[in-house]
């Protein structure tokens, strides 16, 4: 079976190669007419809504029907100090939760936005909109039938059934679950690589959020391409495991 690929209408493309966009620093401070600084790079100062993945944890392509499954990356051009990609765990984000509190989650569906606006075919002249989904809070992976926290700050907005503080006060912590958890990530260091070879990384969206560490300040190139499939619908099988609990691993302690 072969899955669909992204083709993002708000990245530039490969010429030829459709579905594949390019990580191009330069190209995006003029796109977004960005200063990146030291300063504004700090959660206090930086607007995550306007820049979604600049320094915030996220999971690509929410908004879809069928959202991101794998992506490969790979960078050609890399900084010689900083720049690394950080990865936290769903699996393990979920396994952090009190037993309690995931049969609490377990069924529970959430609103997810875009992180780009798009027109709507049916009505253009409306103007860039974005694009909202509901998709399950906890999901099943189809290929370990593992159980893994589906939310991140930036593009899940309300947990559907509670009231609006309790959806506010659930998710912030949620968050915090994924984010503040240094023993459920994975700081990757792109470099260094042989000359006109590059270093590439793929995970799994499904699973993961991730985030890069803009300790450069955009002050040196890195640059690559993307490219992500599409994959199943998400689903939440009541029946499915705990990562931990599938492996035999203590729960409570």
């Known amino acids: 079976m072969s899955w669909p690929f992204e083709e993002h209408p708000q990245q530039i493309q490969v010429p030829g190669l459709p579905g594949v966009t390019t990580i191009w620093w330069e190209y995006r401070k003029k796109l977004l007419n960005s200063n990146i600084t030291f300063k504004n790079l700090s959660y206090g100062q930086w607007d995550a809504q306007k820049h979604p993945s600049l320094q915030t944890f996220h999971t690509d392509l929410v908004h879809e029907k069928q959202p991101a499954g794998i992506t490969h990356l790979h960078l050609d051009e890399i900084p010689d100090v900083g720049g690394d ?86 998710l912030n912590y949620l968050f915090d679950v994924y984010e503040k958890n240094a023993d459920i990530q994975v700081r990757f260091k792109w470099g260094p690589s042989e000359p006109g070879y590059g270093v ?35 689903f939440f099988d009541p029946e499915s495991p705990s990562q931990r609990e599938a492996l035999g691993l203590p729960l409570d302690e």
């Open 200 to 234: 590439s990384a793929i995970w799994d969206n499904r699973i993961s959020q991730h985030t890069i560490i803009y300790d450069h300040e955009g002050t040196v190139p890195r640059h690559g391409t993307r490219v992500t499939s599409l994959a199943e619908l998400p």
């Open 85 to 170: 990609t950080v990865w936290s765990s769903g699996y393990a984000a979920y396994d952090k939760l009190s037993e309690e509190f995931k049969k609490f989650l377990d069924g529970k569906k959430a609103v997810f936005v875009s992180a780009h606006k798009y027109l709507d075919r049916n009505d253009p002249f409306a103007g860039p909109k974005s694009v909202e989904r509901v998709h399950p809070l906890v999901r099943t992976h189809p290929a370990t039938g593992w159980k893994s926290l589906f939310v991140n700050r930036n593009m899940t907005t309300r947990i559907l059934g509670v009231s609006p503080v309790e959806s506010d006060i659930i």
